[in-house]
């Protein structure tokens, strides 16, 4: 099946750092992936939904300039969040569709971001 | 804007037996698919069974089910046999047909008692 791999699995920083969390889809190409957050007990909210080559379309309410993403080929995507402060303690999802199955979304194992 | 509806914040269920999570959404579209995911406390997120709305027919994936009322827009989820390693959470998601973006609902915490 396909999988997709997300790295860190879990980070923690400084405030006022930038982290970088790496979704990578192995064994397949990813036209479109998408990025979530979830807080302790709660839903996954969408943040993001970029498609590689195109700059990324962010959900209203969510900073462009502080959740920076990057999808720079069909395999790789990276969210970047910058000068990080303790409100940005989440974990962070991500998922990829498949080229000629868009109707699945496969998910990354998620990234625990903790900021001191 | 899509949304997703999930009244049942926790449910309870005896190991063995059956038990329905309810799910409604709101849409304008014609085109897009309905899922049910697990998340167990790992928090991969696990697909569990998924409808496509020009489907009339229920789909089913070994012990568990959905009723998909399309004209109500209502999804359940009805799980039989509960087994213990069924306790998770249930999210129901929708996507839409037309851009792609998956909507979760609050999620149900299920808990299977022995």
């Known amino acids: 099946g396909a999988v997709v791999s997300q790295h860190p699995s879990w980070v923690i920083c400084k405030s006022g750092t930038s982290v970088k969390i790496e979704c990578r889809s192995l064994d397949f190409q990813a036209t479109t992936m998408f990025w979530y957050r979830q807080f302790p007990k709660q839903s996954l909210m969408l943040m993001a939904t970029s498609n590689e080559g195109s700059k990324a379309t962010y959900e209203q309410g969510v900073e462009k300039d502080k959740f920076l993403i990057n999808h720079a080929s069909l395999t790789l995507s990276t969210l970047t969040v910058t000068s990080a402060h303790p409100e940005d303690s989440s974990f962070y999802i991500c998922?990829?569709?498949?080229?000629?199955?868009?109707?699945?979304?496969?998910f990354g194992s998620g990234t625990q971001l903790s900021v001191l | 804007a899509q949304t997703v509806t999930q009244s049942q914040p926790e449910m309870s269920v005896q190991e063995a037996e059956t038990v329905t999570l309810s799910c409604t959404y709101d849409?304008?579209?014609?085109?897009?698919?309905l899922f049910w995911y697990k998340q167990p406390p790992s928090r991969q997120m696990i697909l569990v069974i998924r409808?496509?709305?020009?489907?009339?027919q229920n789909a089913t994936e070994n012990r568990f089910s959905v009723n998909f009322q399309k004209a109500a827009k209502s999804f359940s989820l009805k799980i039989s046999d509960s087994q213990l390693g069924d306790a998770a959470m249930y999210f129901c998601?929708?996507?839409?047909?037309?851009?792609?973006?998956?909507?979760f609902g609050a999620g149900t915490r299920l808990t299977v008692k022995p």
């Open positions: 998922s990829a569709s498949r080229q000629g199955a868009v109707e699945k979304l496969f």
């Open positions: 998601a929708y996507r839409s047909g037309n851009n792609n973006d998956m909507r």
């Open positions: 409808q496509e709305a020009y489907k009339q």
């Open positions: 849409t304008s579209e014609s085109d897009y698919y």
